[in-house]
């Protein structure tokens, strides 16, 4: 019986994708919560390493964390932050303007 060619898991190749990249969230199985902001920094075959901060009052944390693929459920990317105060968003709003006229 010949073998079946192993799929790589999307996951993992979207992983790939994204080391380097900020603005990664990741929502993590077993501690059933997201990990905001997090920077992918190395994914082997079955791990995924990354690095995120996290502030309190008396101090700031970074943390690198190594965890296995299949402990990572869902991925989110901030794609834009918009500001929300009217004169930046309105100054930001001619700029796109500017830009799209210009092409």
Request: proline share 4%; no cysteine; charged share 30%.
């Amino acid at each position: 019986m010949p073998k079946l060619r192993q799929l790589t898991p999307p996951m993992k190749e979207k992983l790939k994708e994204l080391v380097g990249q900020s603005n990664v969230w990741l929502f993590i199985k077993s501690s059933n919560g997201w990990v905001k902001n997090a920077e992918i920094l190395d994914v082997t075959a079955k791990t995924v390493t990354f690095r995120y901060e996290h502030e309190t009052e008396s101090e700031h944390r970074v943390w690198e964390k190594t965890t296995r693929i299949n402990n990572i459920a869902e991925i989110e990317i901030k794609l834009l932050a918009v500001p929300r105060e009217s004169k930046q968003m309105s100054d930001l709003q001619d700029r796109l303007t500017n830009l799209l006229e210009k092409e």
